[in-house]
């Protein structure tokens, strides 16, 4: 299985990149190939609706790493989307990476990516409960949806003010383990 991992945090030591780094691990221990992608140390434009993937194109008329991307997630039998919640919802680096996702369905929304991917889902929060997580949660499964992604799993966790907060849950370390070894089989 190829799995990657998307980490959307921007921030060092970020406790959502952690966990889908644990995700990774899990499923290296079953065989798997890994490859983790931070977001931010990519250069990913803003989707312009230009209207080029729509017309004659199946790609984006934007050259940045978003192409390189593109192909990884093409090629990718799992993606593991880590991102931290900010103002009950994603953040902004998670926004654009989505909006540019439009360049991989064709002109009648339906995918040019391959099917039978699965998606595994992580979420970080703050303060916020689980209530907070859950639309961001099925708001992701229905953009990965759009792309025949199977559920993969899913794993919030709160209380994660500071970087490596997340020492403080060795279960949910745990949690990311199983999960990775869970989505290679
Ligand atoms: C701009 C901003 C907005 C935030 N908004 C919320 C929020 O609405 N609810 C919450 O529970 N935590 C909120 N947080 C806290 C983050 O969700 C939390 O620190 C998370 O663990 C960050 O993920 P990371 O460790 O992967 O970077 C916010 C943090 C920032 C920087």
């Known amino acids: 299985m190829n799995v990657i991992g ?16 644990q995700v990774l691990a899990g499923a290296k221990e079953k065989g798997s190939e890994t490859e983790l992608i931070r ?18 194109h199946d790609t984006c008329a934007q050259k940045d790493d978003m192409v390189v991307l593109y192909e990884k997630i093409r090629k990718a039998d799992v993606i593991v989307f ?12 998670a926004y654009t990476f989505i909006d540019r996702l439009y360049a991989m369905l064709n002109p009648d929304f339906s995918s040019r ?32 949806g759009f792309f025949h992604c199977m559920d993969g799993g899913f794993i919030w966790q709160n209380q994660m003010f500071a970087p490596n907060d997340l ?19």
């Open 82 to 93: 880590g991102a931290p919640i900010y103002f009950a919802r994603l953040n902004a680096q």
């Open 113 to 144: 990516l391959p099917t039978g991917k699965k998606i595994a889902i992580v979420l970080t929060s703050g303060s916020g409960e689980l209530s907070i997580a859950t639309p961001m949660h099925e708001y992701l499964k229905t953009i990965f």
């Open 39 to 56: 977001l931010s140390d990519l250069e990913i434009h803003p989707c312009v609706a230009c209207g080029f993937c729509k017309s004659g």
């Open 6 to 21: 998307i980490a959307v945090s921007p921030r060092k030591g970020a406790n959502s990149q952690t966990l889908v780094e």
């Open 167 to 185: 020492e403080q849950f060795p279960e949910t370390i745990e949690k990311a383990q199983a999960l990775g070894r869970s989505i290679s089989t």
